[in-house]
């Protein structure tokens, strides 16, 4: 007659390590795990289980009372030699190489941000470059345009010259009035020039009459009869004078507008 045999308690086979509950076992639950490991030794002794069996080994004793299963004692691991010259060579070798790489990577770092200073200042330098150059550029076609403004008066003024020397150079030069030697181009410039010499003389006759009021060569009401009435007439002539000018500029910008066309044509 077979009869069912435990294994024994000092068999080599490792046992699943159980997981750990999340709570810790309480008094209950541990009295009846030691009520059930009770019950387990005594129906194993009345089936006839002899503890000298098996070759004469002894069943070790088991847990006490309250032990917890859920908590296995810990494996023994295997403590590395660290004598052992091929593992120290292997080491040294490992934290040198990362001693090596770390320090070349703070070097590459260092030198890749001091040369993106660089760029970045010669970025900075350029930019101040073009700002430069474009400001000069735009005051040179200014120049460029006021340049040839002047090249067109002075073309005009050319001709004028020329033209004048060219009806003029036949001409006695013996008993020539001194009013006829600069005669006007045109009827604005007659009028200017008639302005321009009322003004100058009313300008001389009213500083005379300041000199004689100062002297008292003159009476007083008189005086100031003549200034007013000379000032009146200045004012008169110096407002003809100003619409004359303003009339000039504009036929002078009409002419050297009909001038440049041929230039731009």
Request: with cysteine; hydrophobic share 30%.
């Amino acid at each position: 007659m077979s009869m069912h045999q435990d294994p024994p308690l000092y068999t080599k086979q490792s046992a699943p390590q159980p997981r750990p509950s999340p709570t810790p076992p309480s008094h209950t639950q541990s009295a009846q795990m030691n009520q059930s490991h009770g019950a387990h030794i005594a129906s194993s002794s009345s089936l006839g289980h002899n503890p000298n069996a098996h070759g004469g080994l002894v069943r070790p004793p088991g847990p006490p009372r309250g032990y917890p299963y859920n908590r296995l004692p810990p494996s023994p691991q295997r403590i590395p030699n660290s004598d052992d010259p091929s593992e120290v060579f292997r080491r040294n070798a490992i934290n040198r190489l990362v001693e090596s790489l770390h320090t070349d990577m703070i070097e590459l770092r260092k030198a890749t941000e001091v040369e993106m200073d660089g760029l970045f200042n010669t970025q900075a330098e350029l930019r101040q470059r073009e700002e430069q150059l474009e400001k000069g550029l735009r005051e040179m076609q200014d120049e460029k345009e006021g340049l040839e403004q002047q090249l067109q008066l002075i073309l005009t003024n050319t001709d004028v010259l020329e033209s004048w020397l060219r009806n003029n150079e036949d001409k006695i030069k013996t008993n020539v009035d001194i009013d006829d030697v600069f005669e006007p181009c045109d009827a604005l410039s007659r009028q200017m020039l008639e302005c321009t010499a009322a003004d100058l003389a009313i300008e001389d006759i009213l500083y005379s009459l300041d000199k004689a009021a100062q002297e008292g060569s003159i009476p007083v009401d008189a005086y100031l009869k003549n200034v007013r009435t000379l000032s009146r007439e200045q004012f008169f002539h110096r407002a003809t004078a100003a619409k004359v000018r303003a009339a000039q500029m504009q036929s002078q910008v009409a002419s050297m507008a009909a001038r440049a066309s041929p230039y731009v044509s």
